[in-house]
């Protein structure tokens, strides 16, 4: 019966159009569904068993990329209820937490969500190290993983300023005034970065922007280069030698 | 210099002219020909749904047991004490205990990514020998008295003895020497021995970072004075 009902669902020309291929029961069609599907031509056809075991990767980068997604949802909907102005931002989040319906538990999930994403990424990083993954060919795949954190970092941090709570405006405060320490150029660099002298509704405004726009547009671009030069050097590091059967 | 001329053609198989690429090494880097392969449809794609779901589920839990903190409205006009910064931060603000922003805001975390991006352009980094392959006494004098040094500029350096990181730093050293002064005999000894130098540096950059974040965290409170979690709770 369920058989039958998928078949109707499946066979017939508009699913066709839209998905070309057949059920995936044969390996070739598993093959049409890896390459002929956007996101999933991301990833090899096929994989070294090696290479997707749990306890290689923990999956790190894929979580990290996860939490990134479910952030960027969550962040969709949040800024359908914020405003970046002082102190309309702080009245938004007692609006969250009194008059939107599980505001509370959308603002918890970005946030959480987001701590653990600077987490993940720095496992991530540290796995890699003790992997040894950063070898030839991959050398600037790394560099861009440093990049890819510092991103993350920066999101993290710009996110931590827009609920203008006392929380928030020390943090940035304290952060910021560290700009100061830059010789020569610190002020004007601090200056830059708050749009005034102190953190005030120009700061709230660039951290906005940037939150929102600037640095994740960046992240996606960067991960989107990262997969691809995993994918061009041949997947998931394996140490030669532990891939598979021995030769010979 | 050749005058530049616009190549165009009907014909796609000959136009613009193609030249023969001879590819001179062998990346894309899969070695093993012979390793067990799966289809990534369904093999990873269900792998990968799975840890998303996973993912998914424990950030709902997390996020309906604990609420994110909220404080009252920013007000520039009080500095509540101690003002922290982010968690991740909370290293780099110990680090400020101890030396001037310049030092701790500045130098140290330029040093930190620079270093970071130039792991894989060291020779040393991508062979990885182990440390105790060979010549002993030598070593165990080298490590012993770097390490020494290292927690004398540690300890003098700064406005206060760097306790966070010196502690790491003799722990580490003593692993590094272990197998050094006792051999290799047990399992355990023998995988410490096995490790190479680059482990070791990441290793003690890894618990410096973490000692220093955890007593950032955890125990520093009003005027960034030593505070105990379990006594005094957690400022943040």
Redesign the interface.
């Known amino acids: 019966m369920f058989g039958t009902l998928l078949n109707r669902l499946i066979e017939n020309r508009v699913f066709r159009s839209i998905v070309r291929h057949g059920f995936?029961d044969s390996?070739r069609n598993?093959?049409l569904?890896?390459f002929t599907n956007f996101f999933?031509h991301l990833?090899?056809?096929?994989?070294?068993?090696?290479a997707?075991e749990?306890t290689r990767t923990f999956?790190l980068g894929?979580?990290s990329l996860?939490?990134l997604l479910?952030l960027s949802i969550t962040g969709v909907l949040l800024m359908f209820y914020y405003h970046p102005s002082?102190?309309r931002a702080?009245d938004d989040?007692k609006d969250l937490?009194f008059v939107v319906s599980q505001g509370?538990?959308l603002?918890?999930?970005?946030?959480?969500?987001a701590?653990?994403m600077?987490l993940l990424v720095?496992l991530h990083?540290?796995r890699v190290?003790?992997a040894?993954a950063?070898?030839?060919?991959?050398?600037?795949n790394?560099?861009i993983g440093?990049v890819l954190l510092?991103f993350t970092?920066l999101l993290?941090?710009t996110g931590?300023l827009l609920?203008?709570?006392?929380?928030?405006?020390?943090?940035v405060?304290?952060?910021t005034?560290?700009?100061?320490?830059?010789?020569a150029i610190g002020e004007e660099m601090r200056f830059l970065m708050l749009g005034g002298h102190?953190?005030n509704e120009n700061a709230l405004i660039r951290f906005y922007v940037l939150h929102c726009v600037a640095l994740p547009a960046a992240l996606f671009l960067g991960i989107a280069i990262h997969l691809w030069r995993v994918r061009?050097?041949?997947?998931v590091y394996?140490e030669?030698g532990e891939?598979?059967?021995v030769?010979g | 210099m050749a005058e530049f001329e616009l190549e165009r053609g009907a014909d796609a198989r000959k136009v613009p002219l193609r030249l023969l690429f001879v590819q001179a090494d062998e990346r894309p880097a899969v070695e093993e020909e012979d390793a067990q392969v799966v289809m990534s449809f369904p093999h990873l794609v269900l792998r990968e749904l799975i840890a998303f779901l996973a993912l998914l589920l424990f950030l709902v839990a997390i996020s309906l047991l604990f609420d994110a903190p909220l404080e009252e409205l920013a007000n520039p006009d009080r500095t509540p004490n101690p003002a922290k910064a982010p968690w991740y931060f909370l290293g780099l603000q110990e680090l400020l205990h101890y030396y001037p922003p310049v030092v701790a805001g500045v130098l140290l975390p330029g040093l930190i990514v620079g270093c970071l991006m130039i792991i894989p352009y060291f020779v040393v980094n991508l062979e990885r020998a182990p440390l105790w392959a060979s010549g002993r006494v030598t070593k165990v004098i080298a490590i012993l008295l770097g390490s020494v040094g290292l927690v004398a500029v540690l300890a003098c350096s700064g406005a206060h003895p760097l306790w966070p990181a010196i502690v790491p730093t003799i722990l580490i050293a003593l692993l590094m020497v272990l197998p050094g002064l006792l051999g290799t005999g047990t399992r355990t000894l023998a995988w410490i021995g096995s490790r190479s130098l680059p482990f070791w540096i990441f290793t003690w950059f890894l618990a410096v970072g973490l000692a220093l974040t955890v007593v950032g965290i955890f125990f520093r409170g009003p005027g960034w004075t030593l505070t105990l979690p379990w006594r005094d709770g957690i400022y943040y």
């Open positions: 995936p390996n598993r093959s569904a890896s999933l990833q090899p056809v096929k994989v070294r068993l090696k997707i749990f999956y894929g979580l996860a939490c479910i002082v102190p702080y989040m937490e509370v538990f603002r918890n999930m970005h946030r959480w969500a701590h653990l600077v720095s990083m540290i190290f003790y040894g950063y070898r030839p060919p991959r050398e600037f790394w560099v440093v510092l970092v993290s941090y931590y609920p203008w709570d006392q929380l928030a405006y020390w943090a405060t304290v952060g005034n560290m700009a100061r320490a830059v010789p102190t953190v061009k050097d041949g997947g394996v030669p891939g598979g059967e030769r």
